[in-house]
């Protein structure tokens, strides 16, 4: 007790009087023969002016989830932060050689000026705030359809949880809008759930498939080039990554062969389960014909895998002579023979002529899956307790829309149009202009909102960017960011053949924005090219 007194008191007498580091003051002013007695003072103390130890952190980058670190997102990657960098620069009154930053980005249609649908807002709006179901600007059509949301939501609002699957209602005009869209073949609603946009409900079905250690581990055929959620979602569960390429010779086809060595390759050292088709394409803007279709549901229906069919660009079809087929349609079709073939296929809000990103809505319909595992499916999906409800009221007004005779029909239909028919100018438009560029080729974008062009680079701008470490399409991303103001995503960021360099780039900026996009690509192109062909 007498020590401890006495500890304390040296501290008061040997503290420094401000505020500063004492271990240093009290090197310079302590008399050397007290300085022994400040190891015992620290210590019975608790450290001068009573300071403790620092702390370790118990996350670090070394205790972390290992596969959180090997995920990538190319389409939120470093060029999209340093795009958000130059608008706020921009905004200050810096001087840059463009007017502004036009991000293409990302499939955000409203971001990029596209006007939300008239009937669309309408029911959300009547769903949110009920009282405005007396107001008579307000079309009777979406007021039935407001109603017959709220009637299924507990308390009769949109803020209270629904079932994990979603409302039954939407789930059933969901299973409706299924089985006209496929001609007539049935749709049950209990094989459908709801979710806040089609991607989690992906990362739900692609989790269900993993399991296994070494060759046994579960193994996810994806298409080169893909969407990164794949990549991002197989390396965040830990699956393993099998990659088929898409025939970009042949409008980015897919080939039977291809998908044989890649399976058998796989084998090798996993367990294939599972094939992903992304159809119409992201980032190849392809439509897989139903030839193509049929090639991969008995390629599957051999090699014994789950087929995912990611279909939420199906409204988003330009190109003359090319047709949406969903994969149920398909197979159900093929017979008997293919009747047990597992699949899982998607849909969203986000895409299409809709457009609503932020809003969250999307669903996804299960075929053939194995009763056990259907309610694991589920289990899982409860400890999310539900979908948004109000990015449920969207979905429900992309498969229940208004029908003709009904009030609103019209002017819905008026403006469905009007997006699809800009989607589909704007597709011809940009694989035209990039098709006129020295060096660049662009298959046709017969789908979905983006054009995925290849660049042959100089071997001078290759090497320059190997010097300094980075991958030459995102060399290139860069200068076209910093020298003309656009904003894509590298083609290294959804994977490609060795050798060969793309960008994704949207097809959503306004029909004049776009001409504008293209005049300032090709003046980027050109300077850079000469750049480092000259150096040759």
Same mark, same amino acid.
């Given at each position: 007790?007498?020590?401890?007194?006495?500890?304390?008191?040296?501290?008061?007498?040997?503290?420094?009087?401000?505020?500063?580091?004492?271990?240093?003051?009290?090197?310079?002013?302590?008399?050397?023969?007290?300085?022994?007695?400040?190891v015992g003072a620290n210590m019975m103390a608790g450290g001068i002016n009573g300071s403790q130890p620092p702390r370790r952190k118990v996350?670090?980058?070394?205790?972390?989830?290992?596969?959180?670190?090997?995920?990538?997102?190319?389409?939120?990657?470093?060029?999209?932060?340093?795009?958000?960098?130059?608008?706020?620069?921009?905004?200050?009154?810096?001087?840059?050689?463009?007017?502004?930053?036009?991000?293409?980005?990302?499939?955000?249609?409203?971001?990029m000026g596209q006007k939300p649908l008239t009937f669309l807002r309408q029911v959300v709006a009547l769903c949110t705030y009920p009282k405005?179901?007396?107001?008579?600007?307000?079309?009777?059509?979406?007021?039935?359809?407001?109603?017959?949301?709220?009637?299924?939501?507990?308390?009769?609002?949109?803020?209270?949880?629904?079932?994990?699957?979603?409302?039954?209602?939407?789930?059933?005009?969901?299973?409706?809008?299924?089985?006209?869209?496929?001609?007539?073949?049935?749709?049950?609603?209990?094989?459908?759930?709801?979710?806040?946009?089609?991607?989690?409900?992906?990362?739900?079905?692609?989790?269900?498939?993993?399991?296994?250690?070494?060759?046994?581990?579960?193994?996810?055929?994806?298409?080169?080039?893909?969407?990164?959620?794949?990549?991002?979602?197989?390396?965040?569960?830990?699956?393993?990554?099998?990659?088929?390429?898409?025939?970009?010779?042949?409008?980015?086809?897919?080939?039977?062969?291809?998908?044989?060595?890649?399976?058998?390759?796989?084998?090798?050292?996993?367990?294939?389960?599972?094939?992903?088709?992304?159809?119409?394409?992201?980032?190849?803007?392809?439509?897989?014909?139903?030839?193509?279709?049929?090639?991969?549901?008995?390629?599957?229906?051999?090699?014994?895998?789950?087929?995912?069919?990611?279909?939420?660009?199906?409204?988003?079809?330009?190109?003359?002579?090319?047709?949406?087929?969903?994969?149920?349609?398909?197979?159900?079709?093929?017979?008997?023979?293919?009747?047990?073939?597992?699949?899982?296929?998607?849909?969203?809000?986000?895409?299409?002529?809709?457009?609503?990103?932020?809003?969250?809505?999307?669903?996804?319909?299960?075929? /053939?899956?194995? !009763? +056990? &595992?259907?309610?694991?499916?589920?289990? @899982?999906?409860? *400890?999310?307790? =539900?979908?948004?409800?109000?990015?449920?009221?969207?979905?429900?007004?992309?498969?229940?829309?208004?029908?003709?005779?009904?009030?609103?029909?019209?002017?819905?239909?008026?403006?469905?149009?009007?997006?699809?028919?800009?989607?589909?100018?704007?597709?011809?438009?940009?694989?035209?202009?990039?098709?006129?560029?020295?060096?660049?080729?662009?298959?046709?974008?017969?789908?979905?909102?983006?054009?995925?062009?290849?660049?042959?680079?100089?071997?001078?701008?290759?090497?320059?960017?190997?010097?300094? /470490?980075?991958? !030459? +399409? &995102?060399?290139?991303?860069?200068?076209? @960011?910093?020298? *003309?103001?656009? =904003?894509?995503?590298?083609?290294?960021?959804?994977?490609?053949?060795?050798?060969?360099?793309?960008?994704?780039?949207?097809?959503?900026?306004?029909?004049?924005?776009?001409?504008?996009?293209?005049?300032?690509?090709?003046?980027?192109?050109?300077?850079?090219?000469?750049?480092?062909?000259?150096?040759?």
């Amino acid at each position: 007790m007498q020590r401890a007194i006495h500890a304390n008191r040296l501290v008061s007498v040997i503290s420094p009087p401000y505020g500063g580091q004492a271990a240093s003051w009290t090197r310079t002013k302590l008399p050397a023969c007290c300085r022994p007695f400040l190891v015992g003072a620290n210590m019975m103390a608790g450290g001068i002016n009573g300071s403790q130890p620092p702390r370790r952190k118990v996350l670090t980058l070394a205790t972390m989830n290992p596969h959180i670190k090997v995920m990538e997102y190319a389409v939120r990657g470093p060029i999209v932060a340093r795009a958000t960098e130059l608008e706020k620069e921009l905004e200050q009154g810096a001087i840059k050689p463009f007017k502004d930053i036009v991000k293409c980005n990302i499939g955000d249609a409203h971001a990029m000026g596209q006007k939300p649908l008239t009937f669309l807002r309408q029911v959300v709006a009547l769903c949110t705030y009920p009282k405005l179901l007396e107001d008579k600007n307000f079309p009777e059509d979406a007021k039935e359809r407001a109603r017959r949301i709220l009637h299924s939501c507990k308390g009769g609002s949109i803020g209270s949880y629904s079932d994990s699957t979603g409302l039954d209602v939407i789930r059933h005009d969901a299973a409706d809008y299924i089985q006209r869209r496929d001609g007539g073949i049935p749709s049950n609603p209990d094989n459908i759930m709801l979710s806040a946009g089609a991607s989690e409900a992906i990362r739900c079905v692609l989790k269900m498939l993993v399991s296994g250690e070494g060759k046994e581990k579960s193994g996810v055929m994806i298409p080169i080039p893909q969407y990164p959620l794949y990549s991002a979602t197989l390396a965040e569960i830990n699956a393993v990554q099998i990659n088929y390429y898409l025939d970009e010779a042949k409008n980015w086809s897919l080939d039977v062969s291809e998908l044989q060595r890649s399976i058998d390759e796989a084998r090798k050292h996993c367990t294939p389960r599972c094939i992903v088709i992304i159809n119409p394409g992201n980032p190849t803007g392809q439509v897989v014909s139903r030839s193509n279709i049929e090639d991969v549901i008995k390629f599957a229906h051999k090699e014994n895998l789950f087929i995912l069919a990611d279909e939420v660009y199906q409204d988003n079809v330009y190109a003359k002579g090319s047709q949406f087929h969903s994969f149920k349609k398909v197979l159900t079709e093929l017979g008997d023979k293919y009747s047990s073939q597992e699949l899982a296929s998607f849909h969203s809000t986000s895409k299409g002529y809709m457009g609503e990103c932020g809003l969250r809505g999307g669903y996804c319909e299960i075929h /053939n899956l194995d !009763p +056990d &595992v259907k309610s694991q499916l589920f289990k @899982l999906i409860s *400890a999310k307790l =539900c979908p948004t409800v109000s990015g449920q009221a969207v979905m429900d007004v992309v498969v229940n829309p208004p029908r003709e005779g009904e009030v609103s029909y019209e002017l819905f239909a008026k403006e469905r149009a009007h997006v699809l028919s800009t989607l589909a100018e704007k597709a011809k438009i940009v694989a035209e202009a990039f098709n006129s560029v020295e060096g660049v080729t662009c298959n046709p974008v017969m789908g979905a909102m983006y054009s995925f062009p290849n660049i042959k680079l100089p071997q001078n701008a290759i090497n320059k960017a190997k010097e300094m /470490n980075k991958a !030459p +399409d &995102v060399f290139y991303a860069e200068h076209l @960011l910093e020298e *003309a103001g656009i =904003c894509v995503v590298p083609g290294s960021g959804f994977g490609q053949r060795p050798g060969t360099y793309h960008f994704r780039m949207t097809i959503l900026p306004s029909v004049e924005k776009f001409k504008d996009v293209m005049e300032r690509f090709k003046k980027f192109h050109s300077s850079f090219m000469a750049r480092y062909t000259d150096e040759d």
